[in-house]
């Protein structure tokens, strides 16, 4: 079996092959509850035959959300419309998986279509965005409030009590949101935190909340489910978060009962210089796996099945995650597996007809 179809076991979960569908907004909820657009998008990708899949970032609460569409999962009522979801994944023979974030500086925008990228003002349903410093992201975002100590446990407390309901809306693992200049990037990098209490300044204290919520949520989380962690390696800026400190953090991780980290880059500051080419993420979360000796996914331009394949077959990260690739194919998997020479099973009611042993009626 070539090895981007072996299965992947983590605790108590087997991944029936390597492929994984990468979180993705679609800013298409709404008051946080995933509609029938969640339905068919995710619902599509389970047919397409990853063997994991991710949703896109679901907000730990409401001023949390990128946009006021984003998925959330800070109330009861958002449980039942994943259910449904997380059922029919399960009954592709896919696993579901939920990431759970906190936008932090980046939140209250649009979606991306809409024309606007800074924040929405508040008289246009906007909000003051909560952050480690009063620090904006870039010029015409708003500056975000610091958030104080009892700010700073009201965000663990939200992300323990979203991970309980992902339990209960049917998911199988949970991955934290710690890259692409979120929340939890946020205190990691010292571009953007600036505090001067034990939340900020040494590593220790940067690294401390992102800690801390893994620590909560593995509690939670149970024993048998697995916990990932998306990180961004490095912020691709002067003075920012960098592979070294990445590869020192996730040790600290895989300590705390992480299982996987998901290795991705940028996203801190605007305008970064990043050398974007196939795979050019590879190498960070080749970099974390043997040195910090726990499982990476790794993510970005990876279109191929022969060159997600050899990132396998060279150790070099145990998962492939695919974004855009799979809204332009979302049945890349099952391609893949013919290209590659795999046997997995299309569903049933396409098999006979897709493999043209069925006459037309
Ligand atoms: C439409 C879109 C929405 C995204 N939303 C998220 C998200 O919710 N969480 C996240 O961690 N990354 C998000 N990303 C980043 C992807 O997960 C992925 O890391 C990135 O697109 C690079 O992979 P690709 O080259 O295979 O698309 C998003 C990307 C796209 C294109």
Redesign the pocket.
């Known amino acids: 079996m070539p090895r981007l179809f072996d299965p992947l076991s983590l605790r108590g979960i087997t991944f029936s092959n390597r492929i994984a569908v ?5 800013y298409s909820a709404v008051e946080g509850c995933a509609t029938d657009w969640h339905l068919v998008h995710l619902g599509g990708l389970a047919q397409g035959g990853a063997g994991l899949v991710l949703t ?2 679901a907000a730990v609460s409401p001023e949390g959300r990128i946009s006021p569409q984003d998925l959330g999962l800070w109330d009861n009522r958002q449980i039942e419309p994943l259910t449904r979801i997380t059922r029919f994944i399960a009954s592709q023979g896919a696993v579901a998986g939920i ?1 759970l ?1 906190h936008a932090g500086r980046k939140a209250g925008t649009e979606a991306p279509w809409r024309g606007v990228s800074t924040t929405l003002p508040l008289s246009a349903g906007g909000w003051i965005p909560l952050a480690p410093s009063a620090l904006a992201f870039d010029e015409g975002w708003a500056t975000p409030a610091a958030l104080d100590e009892a700010g700073i446990a009201a965000i663990l407390r939200a992300f323990t009590e979203a991970t309980k309901r992902s339990l209960d809306a049917g998911f199988k693992v949970v991955e934290l ?1 710690a ?2 200049g979120y929340l939890l990037h946020q205190f990691l990098s010292p571009l953007a935190n600036r505090r001067t209490d034990h939340y900020g300044g040494s590593f220790e204290n940067r690294t401390r909340l992102l800690r801390e919520v893994a620590q909560a949520v593995r509690a939670t989380w149970p024993e048998h489910l697995p916990l990932f962690v ?1 990180i961004s390696a490095k912020d691709w800026a002067e003075g920012g978060w960098d592979v070294d400190e990445a590869v020192e953090l996730c040790r600290g991780l895989r300590e705390l009962g992480v299982d996987l980290v998901d290795v ?1 880059s940028g996203g801190l500051v605007p305008r970064a210089k990043i050398p974007v080419a196939p795979g050019y993420q590879v190498p960070f979360a080749q970099r974390i796996r043997t040195e910090a000796n726990i499982p990476t996914a790794t ?5 191929e099945p022969a060159q997600a394949q050899s990132i396998l077959t060279g150790d070099r990260a145990d998962l492939v ?7 332009r194919n979302p049945r890349w998997p099952l391609r893949a597996a013919q290209e590659l020479g795999a046997e997995i099973p299309w569903p049933a009611q396409y098999a006979r007809a897709a493999a043209g042993t069925v006459t037309v009626r």
Not at 22 to 26: D, R
Not at 299 to 303: F, K
């Open positions: 990468s979180p993705m907004c679609q896109e970032a990431q974030a949101h890259a692409h998306r991705s993510v970005g331009l990876i279109t995650l695919l974004g855009r690739e799979l809204l």
